[in-house]
């Protein structure tokens, strides 16, 4: 079945680092992929998706390309702030039978100032 | 309000208690998701509304059990519960199953005693 593998947590930097969390996936066809961010005390917010391979996903910095012949959609930022603090999952949405989201286990992340 | 709200935000019961969560979306979806997230595991999919008729039910105990009177309030009815089922429930809604970009509420935070 599709799963979702992601780097073991947590993860601890200083603010300007940059910032790799890894993530592999396994799926038939050809999935969706996305990374969703859960502030302290809040719900899951999409970060940023891409639907095909070779497509990268970006936003508030951060980016993602969805690299097929690894099967991998790394989250990558440049230099990262205390208010990226959160936890980030990656998950996959198969192309195809059962229309749902496959996360991984999250990876949590602090940034000290 | 806006968004996805839960109700309450922290409930603590105990075994023998029946108690409900309540999910309300603002948005005008026509989905609507329960999911379980536990520590150090991924995000579990228990159940999914699809225009009011149940289209998931992910093998879920049946002392949870889940109700959705309209398109825009989902409720899930707890009892008899164990210690283990101890976790963050997550609501999320999204406009059709076949749509990935799911919109997730605060969670209820459930203490079983």
């Known amino acids: 079945g599709n799963s979702v593998t992601q780097m073991e947590g947590p993860v601890t930097l200083s603010e300007e680092a940059f910032l790799t969390i890894n993530c592999t996936y396994t799926?038939?066809?050809?999935?969706?992929l996305f990374w969703y961010v859960q502030y302290p005390g809040e719900g899951l917010q999409l970060l940023l998706k891409a639907t095909k391979a070779d497509d990268k996903g970006s936003n508030k910095g951060f980016e993602a390309t969805y690299r097929k012949e690894t099967t991998s959609f790394h989250l990558e930022k440049g230099s990262v702030q205390v208010s990226d603090s959160a936890v980030y999952f990656c998950?996959?949405?198969?192309?195809?039978?059962?229309?749902?989201?496959?996360f991984g286990q999250g990876t949590r992340l602090t940034i000290n100032p | 309000e806006t968004g996805v709200t839960q109700t309450p935000r922290h409930l603590v019961m105990g075994m023998t208690n029946k108690k409900s969560l309540k999910c309300e979306q603002h948005?005008?979806?026509?989905?609507m998701y329960w999911y379980k997230q536990s520590a150090k595991k991924p995000l579990e999919l228990m159940f999914v509304y699809s225009l009011e008729e149940r289209v998931e039910n992910n093998s879920v105990p049946s002392r949870f059990s889940p109700e959705c009177p309209n398109s825009s309030h989902l409720f899930l009815h707890l009892h008899t519960l164990q210690p283990e089922d101890s976790a963050l429930y997550l609501c999320?809604?999204?406009?059709?199953?076949?749509?990935?970009?799911?919109?997730f509420g605060p969670g209820t935070r459930l203490t079983v005693t």
């Open positions: 998950a996959l949405k198969d192309s195809q039978g059962a229309q749902k989201l496959v």
């Open positions: 999320a809604s999204s406009q059709g199953t076949g749509f990935y970009e799911q919109y």
């Open positions: 948005l005008g979806h026509n989905a």
């Open positions: 799926a038939t066809g050809y999935p969706s």
